[in-house]
């Protein structure tokens, strides 16, 4: 492979992170290649040490070690089994504990539908929901995703899926998110009055 073929191939892969379009990911590699007794180094390292390091939780999906899968939260005996809230990625899961709003668990989807970036229902992980909320007693399940169209897309699938688990009520977060943004814009207090403001859904 020559230069260029190592180059594009860089840029690719920077351009599969969400909300790296193209331009931004050859912008990125030249700065990369620019620095590469620092920061290219630097980066190297720290994915190498994230990649034997890191893990996503097997039950609830949020960022944890190895040797703590399930991870804390999922294990936690003083956290409500009766209530799972649905979010989008872990940094989700991470935002709403800041907020001191929820004592529940948690479930990341690891996406959401998008034909854009064509993510399916397959490429959720809505059918290990289902096993969880067939598996344990859970009573009510917060959908805490954004408010972007794929957003509601997702949590329109979700009640659907749902809908025949007739002891489990489906809910969303509803005051304080702006229509178009994100949990990660929101602050601490917004989310714990939007977590306290959930509706039902359906």
Known sequence: MDASGYFENMVGCLNRL??????????MAYRLLAQPDTLLRDLREALDRAADGLRCCE???AVTTPDRNPCRLCVAPERDDHIIC???SPEDI???????GFKGRYHALLGKLSAVQGDGPADLRLDHLVRRLA??????VVLALNTDV???ATAA?????????RNVNVTRLAHGLPAGSGLAYSDPVTLGRAMA??????
């Open 197 to 202: 403001g959930r509706q039902s859904v359906g």
């Open 135 to 140: 598996r344990d007693s859970v009573t009510e």
């Open 150 to 152: 794929e957003s509601d």
């Open 94 to 100: 991470l935002i709403l504990e800041r907020s001191g």
């Open 157 to 165: 699938l979700i009640a659907e899926r749902l809908r025949p688990l």
């Open 59 to 61: 039950r609830c999906g």
């Open 18 to 27: 969400p909300g790296i379009g193209m331009r931004t990911a050859e912008r």
């Open 86 to 88: 649905v979010v989008e």
